[in-house]
């Protein structure tokens, strides 16, 4: 079973940036998709962005773009979220997730149904 391990988090300035990571283990994570989304108490979890296996294809929540990047290193088991220019509506724990039911797929998933396996989240909080 996959396991992943969310770190990265912390307090910033609006404006500011962060850099998440998302350690995996325990599975091939190289053929998986993975993704980051967020949540705020009282809300839904939200998508944020995901990464093919390969890093062939990316795609952005409109909220983030142009600010996030996603990206992964498959030799070190990790996906990365490089957070720039961060505003307080950025808020939330930060959720890794996968894929794992289906391998090395060039379509990324944008919805938190596709995904089956989580990390237990990262804090960000940005101070205005």
């Known amino acids: 079973q996959l396991q992943l391990v969310e770190s990265g988090g912390g307090l910033v300035q609006a404006g500011g940036s962060l850099r998440l990571s998302c350690a995996a283990s325990?599975?091939?994570?190289?053929?998986?998709?993975m993704g980051w989304f967020r949540q705020t108490p009282g809300k839904e979890r939200e998508f944020v962005s995901t990464i093919t296996w390969n890093g062939g294809n990316t795609y952005y929540a409109d909220s983030v773009k142009g600010r996030f990047t996603i990206s992964r290193d498959n030799a070190k088991n990790t996906v990365y979220l490089q957070m720039n220019s961060l505003k307080p509506e950025d808020t939330a724990v930060y959720y890794c997730?996968?894929?794992?039911?289906?391998?090395?797929?060039?379509?990324?998933?944008?919805?938190?149904?596709?995904?089956?396996?989580w990390g237990q989240g990262t804090q960000v909080t940005v101070s205005s």
């Open positions: 997730a996968a894929v794992t039911k289906v391998y090395y797929s060039g379509v990324y998933y944008s919805r938190e149904y596709d995904y089956d396996t």
């Open positions: 325990g599975r091939i994570f190289s053929r998986y998709t």
